[in-house]
């Protein structure tokens, strides 16, 4: 019997986070890598907006802006429309450390799909958002 493609696609994204994490233990962060690429391009994210992007529970996402925020890389700024919420904001310490969190990324994509040709990764990243469509749908 085949594993089940929800089983693989969670055993290959742990396994390549362990890699991110492996190559950015120098940084005073730990898994949250990802949620800081959310903030920098939203503009003022909320964190029920962060939560909805990254498909996880607003509890999560306090704890990842609690870690991030006590680490020096988010800002929670007050939302001028509405005082009870609140706008994400990466700091300088954030902006320094982007560029090499994108370029690990990179690199770490480069690696797992070493023996892929580019029409192949291309084929597999559209078959990925095809099952994610899929899944969004139902």
């Given at each position: 019997?085949?594993?089940?493609?929800?089983?693989?696609m969670?055993?290959?994204?742990?396994?390549?986070?362990?890699?991110?994490?492996?190559?950015?233990t120098?940084?005073?962060?730990?898994?949250?890598?990802?949620?800081?690429?959310?903030?920098?391009?939203?503009?003022?994210?909320?964190?029920?907006?962060l939560?909805?992007?990254?498909?996880?529970?607003?509890?999560?996402?306090?704890?990842?802006?609690?870690?991030?925020?006590?680490?020096?890389?988010?800002?929670?700024?007050?939302?001028?429309?509405?005082?009870?919420?609140?706008?994400?904001?990466?700091?300088?310490?954030?902006?320094?450390?982007?560029?090499?969190?994108?370029?690990?990324?990179?690199?770490?994509?480069?690696?797992?799909?070493?023996?892929?040709?580019?029409?192949?990764?291309?084929?597999?990243?559209?078959?990925?958002v095809?099952?994610?469509?899929?899944?969004?749908?139902?």
């Amino acid at each position: 019997m085949k594993e089940p493609i929800g089983r693989k696609m969670d055993k290959i994204g742990k396994m390549y986070q362990l890699m991110l994490q492996k190559d950015l233990t120098h940084l005073d962060i730990d898994r949250s890598f990802y949620p800081l690429l959310l903030i920098e391009g939203g503009n003022g994210i909320t964190q029920q907006e962060l939560a909805d992007k990254l498909f996880c529970d607003k509890v999560q996402v306090v704890r990842i802006v609690d870690y991030l925020s006590s680490n020096g890389y988010v800002e929670r700024l007050p939302n001028k429309v509405d005082k009870r919420k609140y706008e994400l904001s990466i700091t300088e310490k954030a902006r320094k450390v982007i560029p090499e969190i994108k370029n690990t990324i990179e690199n770490t994509t480069k690696i797992a799909c070493d023996d892929l040709t580019d029409s192949q990764v291309n084929e597999l990243y559209n078959m990925l958002v095809t099952i994610e469509k899929n899944l969004l749908s139902k």
